[in-house]
Structure formats: structure tokens, C-alpha cells
């Protein structure tokens, strides 16, 4: 047999082993790769909303960054003429011999510029198309240099069995290529973009008021909100957000036993009244910014910030981010009301403290300050000496199934505004017409500016993966800049939570607690408030959520009944 039919006899269990090692391990990546392009993750409910980046790529944004990275990694690899150039391969190593040939005796393996071969992961198929590559060279090179004394027509025709005993091998990895470069192709012609991902949420809602006076006040509506959220990566690590927003509801007008209108009151207030214009009208309602800074996440508000955009809340499944149409029915089952304190434009930071390990988990301390008439030039107003509110709250956890947070909050309110209105306008988002109006004549605007020391704590506690529980209680003492200006409200809820019932992703929640209250001037009652919904999840992307609102002695009116509003949301995500 010829010099080169016996080279290619050593050579071939070596490059043919190499190559169904390497079909393998490019098979496995490419279904990993077929896998990021079929499965969408679902977003499940965690203990503690830790504060965390943001910024999660799309499935085709992580598809086109796979390609580019397997590309640049392709490019990358350089020939080298020694394995021991390689500073990851020990003599140990069970395929140490094998590239040891394969790289000083036929020059057919290739590296990365760091001296490194990576043998341990999973190969990617641009690295398995370099390396195969490489060995076919070869092989070209020494049938081209080779004598007519040292290559037959028996030595060619070996070779050609050899390539085709591993031809399907071969083709299936070509079709993966294939396929994967076609799905690339569709995919940076009709990409929306390749920084920014575009969601949605449209909720329609069907909904009435029942009871006494308020019930004879109000019809049963039809109500909608949509907003186009646009969020923008440029390091993989931060998150640009800048969300345009629609809607036409309004709340209903509570009444007492007299006919007369509550004012001020936002008792059974729902999520999706918050930022709804009321005619459908587009408005941008919020631009953000978050990135790390070393060890911190920093969040900056340039419009539309709220304190439980970056701070913990602790409410699972009652809690959906920025008021969205996926948790609790009402404001007040979402969120601890010190959280609604002030809100707008301004900056925060989250900075994990503390070592891990133990019973009890890192700590992070947050800190924040948003003020809502930051685009305001004028006297009283500005990002420092208008309404404002800042923000320091202490994280931490009890091993994995029970989160705690102790908040704090100092504002200021001028007159004209109400405590609990995130900083979007003059309406109170959450709370009762008593507490809202400072302890006054349950009127709608302050006599005279304030400044509030809040503090609050808020917990949940997770038993099992089918069970929640959380709660929350705060404190508000404010002080007015006149005279008797000075009052004290109290806020306490408390949840429980059945996440997957009846069917996975479904969710039955429970909440009671009292609505953020003053027993001020003459009014004893307190305004509880008790929801029930149920979320059935009809596909990725729908979900449809019955429920049901009471609240007793609204605006801690005593002579008004009961109020209980019904309503049946759908919530379609994009």
C-alpha cells in the first residue's frame, strides 16, 4: 500500500473520530439553537422582585447574537503547530494524544488567539465548520504534493469510501448550517430592530359598580388601555424603556346614602385606569434608564418613574410591574401605598450588601428620589424644590422562601396635591378622600403644603410553589406648614395567592386590608377593601381575569353603603 494510503489510514480513525466527536457536540448546539428560536420563556412570579437588569433580548435578537458571536469565533481561531501552545490541555487528557497528532503531524486543528482550545463545552457548528475545514486543506495539500509513486487510484477510492461511509453525518450537519442561515437571513431582513424589542399590552375591560346610591349612579362600561413598550440594549446589560400609552377609562363616582359624591376617594381604583387618558389620546408616560455602575443598578426617570420600578415590593402575583393588566384587579391589592408616595423623573440605585451564605441571604440597600414637577422651571416647582419623594428601602431574605423589606419615605406635597398619586397628577391613585385630602374637609386639594414621614414594612412568604402569601403595613405621619395641618394615616393589607390553579399559569388571588386612612376630624370608620380574582391564562398571550372588588365605608363615610364593583379584564400581550 502507497506512503499516502498508509497516511491516510492514520490519519482517518484520528480526523473521522475527531469529526463524529465534532458532528456531535455541533448537533447538540444546534438543537440548543433550534430550541432559543421554538421555546418562549414564561415569566414566573418570584418571592422578591429583586432588583435586577432589565434588559432581556428576544428570541430572534438572541438568535442573530449566536450567529454574529459563532461567526467572530470562527474567524478568531488561528492555526497553531504545537498542543502544547494550548494552555487548557493537559497531558492527562484522555483525547490528548489524538490532537496531539491531529496538530504536529498533519496541522489540523486550529485555536482561539488566548492559547486556548475550549474542549470541554459544546462545540458551535461556524467552530465546526473552521476545524473540518482545516483538515480538508490538509488533506487537498498532501494529495496535491504527493508523487504519482505515493497516491494510487486504490488510495482515492479508500478516501471516497471514507467520506461516504459519513456522508449522512455530514449532510445532516450541513442542513442544520443551512437552516440556521436561512432562519438568520429571514431574520436580519424583517427584524424590528436589533437594540430595541417591542412589547404590548391592550386590556379590555367590562366592568359596573353595585350598591345602594353608587350603584344607581353609575352603568355598566366597556374600557380599554394599550401601551407600546419599547426597550432598547446597547450593552446587553442596560435597558432603555419608552412606553407610549392610550386609554379611555375613568373610575366610578362612589356616592353616600345623600346621593353625594365622594370626592377624592380611590377606593377600588383598578390598574388599568392609571395613566389612561380618557379619550384614547397617545401620550409617552414613561422613559427610563437602567444600567449597572460596578456593583449598583442605577435607574434614572427622565418621565413617568415610579418608586416600585426599582425598589422590591413583595407582593407576588398581586403585583404586576408599572400597573399592567396580569395581577391584582385594584391598585390597592398591587402595592404597599408608600410606594404611590411621589414619583416622575429623578434617579435611584440598588446596592447589594452583605455575604452570601447562611440562613440569611445578601442584603441590598435601595435608594431613590423621584420628583413630579422636575420639567417645571417655575418658583415652587423644579426637580429639588417642588413635590418630591425619596426613598430608602432595606432588602433582605430568609433562605429561599421568605422576603423582607423595612421602607422609608420622606416628600413633600405642595398645596393642590394629593400624598398617594405616583407623581402622574392630582388624583390619588390609591387610598380614601380622608387620608388624600390631609385630614381636612374631604376636598380635593390641600390647604397648605406638607411633608410626610412614611415607613413601611412588607413581607411574603412562599411554602410551597403552589402557595403565596405577603402583606404589608404602613405608617404616614404628616406635617402641614399651617395651622392644625398636622395628621396621621395608617395602610395594612394581606394576600394569598394560589399561582397554577386549575391549570399552569393561572392564578386565584385573595386580598383584604384597610385602605390608607386618617381617623382625623371626626371620622372613626375605617375603609376596608376585599378583592378576589381569578386569572386564566387561555394562551401565551391572553389571559382573562373575573373579579370582584368591595369596599366598606368608602371615603371613611359612614353614612355611605358598601360599594362592590365587578369586572371581567382581558389582557392581550405582544
Known amino acids: 500500500m502507497s506512503n499516502l494510503l498508509w497516511k491516510s489510514l492514520v490519519v482517518s480513525p484520528a480526523v473521522l473520530g475527531a469529526t463524529l466527536l465534532l458532528s456531535g457536540t455541533a448537533i447538540a448546539a444546534s438543537s ?48 497553531v503547530t504545537s498542543v502544547s501552545q494550548f494552555s487548557d490541555v493537559q497531558p492527562t487528557d484522555w483525547a490528548f494524544q489524538a490532537l496531539q497528532s491531529l496538530v504536529e503531524r498533519y496541522g489540523c486543528i486550529a485555536g482561539y488567539p488566548n492559547g486556548t482550545y475550549r474542549g470541554n463545552r459544546a462545540l458551535t457548528r461556524y467552530e465546526f465548520a473552521a476545524g473540518l475545514n482545516a483538515c480538508l486543506d490538509r488533506v487537498n495539500e498532501l494529495i496535491a504534493t504527493a508523487t504519482a509513486d505515493m497516491v494510487t487510484k486504490q488510495d482515492l477510492a479508500t478516501l471516497q469510501r471514507l467520506q461516504e461511509e459519513f456522508s449522512a453525518e455530514l449532510a445532516t450537519l450541513r442542513g442544520r448550517v443551512d437552516a440556521l442561515e436561512a432562519r438568520t437571513a429571514e431574520l436580519e431582513a424583517n427584524q424590528f430592530s436589533t437594540t430595541t424589542k417591542l412589547q404590548g399590552e391592550a386590556i379590555f375591560a367590562v366592568t359596573d359598580a353595585f350598591s345602594g346610591k353608587t350603584g344607581d349612579a353609575n352603568n355598566t362600561v366597556f374600557q380599554d388601555r394599550v401601551r407600546l413598550n419599547l426597550q432598547s440594549s446597547f450593552t446587553g446589560r442596560d435597558i432603555l424603556t419608552t412606553r407610549l400609552s392610550a386609554g379611555n377609562a375613568t373610575g366610578f363616582g362612589i356616592r353616600n346614602n345623600n346621593n353625594d359624591p365622594i370626592v377624592n376617594n380611590a377606593a377600588g381604583k383598578q390598574t388599568f385606569e392609571v395613566g389612561s387618558t380618557g379619550d384614547n389620546s397617545v401620550k409617552l408616560d414613561k422613559l427610563t434608564y437602567e444600567a449597572p455602575m460596578g456593583p449598583a443598578q442605577v435607574y434614572i426617570a427622565a418621565s413617568g418613574g415610579q418608586h416600585s420600578d426599582y425598589a422590591a415590593v413583595n407582593n407576588p402575583y398581586f403585583f404586576d410591574k408599572t400597573d399592567g393588566g396580569n395581577g391584582a384587579l385594584s391598585t390597592f391589592a398591587s402595592e404597599n401605598p408608600i410606594y404611590r408616595i411621589g414619583g416622575g423623573s429623578g434617579i435611584a440605585l440598588n446596592l447589594p450588601v452583605g455575604k452570601p451564605g447562611g440562613i440569611l441571604k445578601p442584603s441590598s440597600v435601595t435608594l431613590g428620589y423621584l420628583a413630579s414637577e422636575a420639567k417645571d422651571p417655575a418658583a415652587g416647582a423644579g ?16 433562605g429561599n ?67 403565596s402569601i405577603s402583606g404589608f403595613v404602613s405608617y404616614h405621619d404628616v406635617t402641614g406648614f399651617g395651622a392644625n395641618d398636622d395628621y396621621e394615616a395608617w395602610s395594612y393589607g394581606a394576600g394569598i395567592a394560589l399561582p397554577d390553579f386549575g391549570k399552569k399559569g393561572n392564578v386565584l388571588g385573595i386580598f383584604g386590608g384597610a385602605q ?13 377593601q376585599v378583592e378576589g380574582f381569578y386569572k386564566y391564562r387561555v394562551s401565551d398571550n391572553i389571559s382573562v381575569t373575573p373579579g370582584v372588588i368591595w369596599v366598606t365605608s368608602p371615603g371613611q363615610n359612614n353614612s355611605a353603603d358598601d360599594a362592590f364593583i365587578g369586572t371581567l379584564r382581558t389582557t392581550f400581550t405582544f
Not at 452 to 467: D, M, Q
Not at 519 to 526: Q, W
Open 516 to 528: 390608607p386612612y386618617s381617623l382625623r376630624a371626626g371620622a372613626r370608620e375605617i375603609p376596608y
Open 32 to 79: 440548543t439553537a433550534t430550541e432559543v428560536l421554538t421555546v418562549e420563556s414564561q415569566a414566573g412570579a418570584e418571592v422578591v422582585k429583586q432588583p435586577e437588569v432589565l434588559a432581556q433580548a428576544t428570541k430572534d435578537a438572541q438568535v442573530l447574537d449566536q450567529v454574529n458571536r459563532y461567526s467572530n469565533e470562527g474567524r478568531s481561531q488561528s492555526q
Open 401 to 467: 422562601r421568605i422576603a423582607l423589606a423595612a421602607t422609608y419615605v420622606h416628600g413633600y406635597n405642595g398645596t393642590g396635591s394629593t400624598l398617594f398619586d405616583s407623581g402622574l397628577d392630582t388624583n390619588p391613585i390609591v387610598g380614601t378622600s380622608q387620608a388624600n385630602a390631609l385630614g381636612f374637609d374631604r376636598v380635593n386639594n390641600l390647604q397648605s403644603a406638607s411633608s410626610s414621614n412614611s415607613y413601611g414594612v412588607s413581607a411574603a412568604f412562599r411554602p410551597s410553589n403552589k402557595l
Open 383 to 398: 426637580l429639588f424644590d417642588g413635590n418630591y419623594a425619596a426613598l430608602g428601602q432595606l432588602n433582605f431574605n430568609v
